[in-house]
């Protein structure tokens, strides 16, 4: 068993990339992942610039203006005033939402057969793990 922490968080990071490596593949989803990281940046983190959304999704500011433009287009981002005049923000939409939510739900029926041999103590593990994870991500945003 590991218990180096650094090694621990390291193999949680490359199975949740290789997990969402195979829910792509098995949804046949041809969206761009930045899509639903650009959504749910959003969604967690209220409107914002697109510098902030670029930076976020670790591509550049004219990328991101054309993915806004596509969302937008869409329905599922809309522009928003911000303090600064000369700038705006974005926010996501009632439909962007529901977008989301259904590609979440996708992911896990996609996720399910090949997981659903697991045991319920396996199950259980794999609940705590999540709501470790994210109470750790929520505690470290605040």
Do not use: C
């Not at 180096?4 to 390291?10: G, N």
């Not at 045991?119 to 994210?134: F, H, K, P, Y």
């Amino acid at each position: 068993m590991v218990t180096d922490l650094s090694t621990l968080l390291s193999d949680l990071v490359i199975a949740g990339q290789r997990l969402t490596r195979l829910a792509v593949s098995e949804t046949g989803e041809r969206t761009s992942p930045l899509t639903f990281l650009t959504l749910s940046a959003l969604t967690d983190h209220g409107p914002m610039r697109t510098g902030d959304l670029a930076a976020h999704g670790r591509v550049t500011q004219p990328a991101m203006t054309r993915l806004l433009a596509t969302l937008a287009d869409q329905g599922w981002v809309r522009r928003v005033a911000d303090a600064d005049a000369r700038a705006s923000r974005f926010e996501v939409t009632e439909e962007g939402i529901a977008m989301q939510k259904q590609w979440h739900r996708r992911l896990g029926d996609a996720l399910e057969p090949r997981f659903q041999a697991l045991s319920d103590e396996d199950i259980q593990a794999l609940a705590r793990a999540v709501a470790v994870v994210n109470a750790q991500l929520d505690h470290s945003v605040s």
